[in-house]
């Protein structure tokens, strides 16, 4: 498959856009978690529908956590050998501008905040969480595809506890009432009248293990890192649309056991017939700055396209099938789409430990799987012919 065709420069330009705002103080947010709790575990599913935040405040939030996360770098030196920001990469053989990554460094501190709770699905925390990112998809034109014309799907997760295997912990489900989760559905129309049925879908869970007494979970690299690259791209495509859809999810339950995931495939609200395609982003931004996995287990109609494109962008990615590990790909295989899961070949280093803070993250290596994805994306969206199953 030709690769880069025809899509002109990558438009990385501004930032993320930033308001000026009141700020709220996090105390003032923690000590209104009850009654977040209470509506979030409503009888009626859309009823958390009107932002519990408002935008004026998870704006605030990501320039509160914008601030801890440069004091943090000021004190302790870079978080890679790499100093921001990133020389410009080559894209079509031109040279484009990189400024998106510390957008993608301010969502990733954000997101690691206390007030997040470690984002345990079906807690006030990934409700916050949740509200986040629709809000900036909201002020940057995507389209909702959730639930009653929102980017909000609600689905039931039983109540979770946190098991200690070693240095590494896990959720399990126990007895108690049922409590409520959201994935989030952006969607990017084509720009071809031809091809825009058919949709690509680059996915992340936003989910992560809670906290637990004083053992905060922040989830920096898991999944931070896959729900910054999520919202930078949705961010860039809505400037410069693909021929082929969009769709832009980010599930919740992954950690609990792909919950999230397997709601949506079971009760899709794009249909499945016409996605040609599944990238998810899990933990993608530790370690070694050109080393990645993918793991997938079904044929892939597009498989010497990973390759071509990580060539162009100077990485290594590995095919990796494993039957012990799983993420938000395998559900979508089993329905029959294409799917694939995105990892760093490190992903394990400090993961599911309240070390995966945003010291773990390697600047330089979000940079270059960001372009990745982008990249691949686009190459899949912008071919003339079906690419798909």
């Known amino acids: 498959m030709v690769i880069g065709k025809g899509k002109g420069v990558n438009p990385w330009g501004e930032r993320p856009p930033r308001a000026t705002v009141d700020r709220m103080s996090e105390d003032s947010i923690i000590e209104d978690k009850s009654s977040v709790e209470t509506e979030k575990q409503?009888?009626?599913?859309?009823?958390?529908?009107?932002?519990?935040?408002?935008?004026?405040?998870?704006?605030?939030?990501?320039?509160?956590?914008?601030?801890?996360?440069?004091?943090?770098?000021?004190?302790?030196?870079?978080?890679?050998?790499?100093?921001?920001?990133?020389?410009?990469?080559?894209?079509?053989?031109?040279?484009?501008?990189?400024?998106?990554?510390?957008?993608?460094?301010?969502?990733?501190?954000?997101?690691?905040?206390p007030v997040y709770e470690g984002r345990l699905?079906?807690?006030?925390?990934?409700?916050?969480?949740?509200?986040?990112?629709?809000?900036?998809?909201?002020?940057?034109?995507?389209?909702?595809?959730?639930?009653?014309?929102?980017?909000?799907?609600?689905f039931p997760i039983p109540p979770l506890t946190i098991v200690e295997e070693g240095e590494r912990a896990r959720l399990q489900a126990v007895a108690g009432a049922m409590k409520v989760a959201d994935n989030l559905i952006g969607f990017l129309p084509g720009r071809d009248p031809f091809l825009r049925h058919e949709v690509i879908i680059l996915s992340a869970h936003y989910d992560h293990l809670g906290q637990w007494g004083d053992r905060l979970y922040r989830g920096a690299n898991d999944n931070g890192s896959g729900i910054a690259i999520l919202l930078e791209l949705s961010r860039l495509m809505v400037q410069q649309r693909p021929r082929r859809s969009v769709a832009f999810i980010a599930f919740s339950g992954e950690e609990a056991g792909l919950f999230g995931s397997r709601h949506f495939t079971n009760a899709p609200t794009l249909s499945l017939d016409q996605v040609i395609g599944l990238i998810n982003l899990d933990t993608v931004a530790?370690?070694?700055?050109?080393?990645?996995?993918?793991?997938?287990?079904?044929?892939?109609?597009?498989?010497?396209?990973?390759?071509q494109v990580a060539e162009a962008c100077?990485?290594?990615?590995?095919?990796?099938?494993?039957?012990?590990?799983?993420?938000?790909?395998?559900?979508?295989?089993?329905?029959?789409?294409?799917?694939?899961?995105?990892?760093?070949?490190?992903?394990?280093?400090?993961?599911?430990t309240p070390e995966d803070d945003i010291t773990l993250i390697n600047p330089e290596k979000l940079q270059k799987i960001t372009d990745w994805t982008y990249q691949?994306?686009?190459?899949?969206?912008?071919?003339?012919?079906?690419?798909?199953?």
């Open 286 to 307: 530790n370690g070694r700055t050109d080393e990645f996995i993918y793991w997938s287990s079904a044929p892939l109609p597009w498989q010497d396209t990973i390759h």
């Open 42 to 113: 409503s009888s009626s599913p859309l009823s958390r529908r009107n932002f519990l935040l408002g935008g004026a405040t998870a704006l605030g939030l990501s320039l509160t956590a914008t601030g801890w996360y440069w004091g943090h770098h000021l004190l302790h030196g870079p978080t890679s050998d790499v100093m921001l920001p990133i020389e410009a990469m080559a894209r079509d053989g031109k040279s484009a501008s990189v400024s998106g990554l510390s957008g993608m460094m301010e969502h990733i501190a954000t997101l690691s905040q």
């Open 314 to 352: 100077q990485i290594r990615i590995r095919h990796q099938v494993t039957d012990r590990n799983s993420s938000d790909h395998r559900p979508f295989e089993e329905k029959g789409v294409p799917a694939i899961t995105v990892l760093s070949d490190s992903w394990l280093h400090k993961n599911h």
């Open 376 to 389: 691949f994306i686009y190459a899949l969206a912008d071919e003339g012919d079906r690419v798909g199953r």
């Open 121 to 154: 699905a079906g807690t006030a925390g990934e409700a916050r969480a949740g509200e986040y990112i629709a809000r900036l998809w909201e002020r940057w034109g995507l389209e909702p595809r959730g639930e009653a014309s929102t980017y909000f799907q609600t």
